[in-house]
């Protein structure tokens, strides 16, 4: 990768975004951040030369090529994509409407597929490149009242598996980064969206856990530049990491997860191996 290698990061107007186009432009990198609205982009990291600020509704598919075609204008390559916008639908899956889910899935799971898609092209032709996306501990062990949230992340994350497998014969790497509670804009309206939907056996348990949510706004333990820097060491690794857990709760997660499933597969070990056909005699 080029010391002046360019930074395609999404989502970059608020929150972990705005973190991580600072730590690629203070690392002196060229950065195309991106936003529904560019001029909150300019808003949130001010004017700089190595940076170009683009409007992109990551649900549309041309305007992602659109904002790839002004990257490649502006700057030549594009080395390094971050995957970075998403939303947080909040609540059980009975009250999630049909809709609100559909709505999560485009965003946190379609629109990097969409972006992903416009830039493969490019770090292709470059035999060279980084995807970066960010998911969540939420995306590797299932959370209460994340129904929606834990799905999108759950299949982010299997997509980025077998993408890591799809593009290595040419030279472009992946990680799936899984943070755990950091101080972001996640849990603040307009990024957190509450159900849609009422169900007297769902409402007081809806009612007491979005309370409990508002509560934390404001005191996760993560700091999200010091994930920012961190990317950017992974990004000049020569073998990044195909998954990063940020946090020492998502480590906890991880090492949970694993050992429930080891338990989960000595648990009825004998029945899941005696599934095999029978051979039957000629």
């Known amino acids: 990768m080029s010391e002046n290698n360019v930074w395609f990061i999404t989502g970059a107007a608020r929150g972990m975004g705005v973190d991580i186009a600072k730590a690629a432009l203070n690392a002196g990198f060229s950065v195309v951040a991106t936003a529904r609205d560019a001029d909150k982009v300019t808003e949130a990291l001010g004017e700089h030369h190595n940076l170009l600020a683009v409007s992109l509704d990551i649900t549309d598919p041309a305007a992602a090529k659109s904002a790839v075609d002004a990257a490649v204008s502006r700057f030549g390559s594009i080395d390094v994509l971050v995957n970075n ?3 947080f639908y909040a609540g059980y899956f009975e009250v999630i409407s049909p809709e609100q889910f559909r709505r999560q899935m485009d ?33 590797l062990t299932g959370v209460d009242f994340c129904s929606a949230y834990s799905s999108s992340k759950f299949a982010l994350e299997g997509w980025m598996e077998t993408l890591a497998l799809d593009v290595a014969p040419y030279g472009i790497k992946t990680t799936v980064v ?90 009825h070990r004998e029945l899941s191996g005696s599934l095999a056909l029978d051979e039957v005699n000629a």
């Open 107 to 139: 965003t946190n799971f379609f629109g990097p597929l969409n972006v992903t898609r416009a830039v493969l092209p490019v770090m292709r032709a470059q035999r060279s490149g980084h995807v970066i996306s960010i998911s969540s501990a939420a995306g």
């Open 85 to 87: 916008a998403g939303n």
């Open 178 to 267: 899984e943070p755990g509670f950091f101080r972001t804009e996640l849990l603040v309206d307009g990024s957190s969206i509450w159900p849609e939907l009422s169900l007297q056996d769902y409402n007081q348990r809806t009612q007491d856990t979005i309370t409990a949510l508002k509560s934390l706004n404001g005191k996760q333990g993560g700091d999200p530049a010091k994930l920012a820097a961190a990317l950017v060491t992974i990004s000049a690794m020569d073998e990044p990491p195909v998954r990063f857990l940020a946090g020492a709760d998502a480590v906890r997660a991880a090492e949970q997860k694993a050992a429930d499933l080891i338990a989960q597969a000595n648990a």
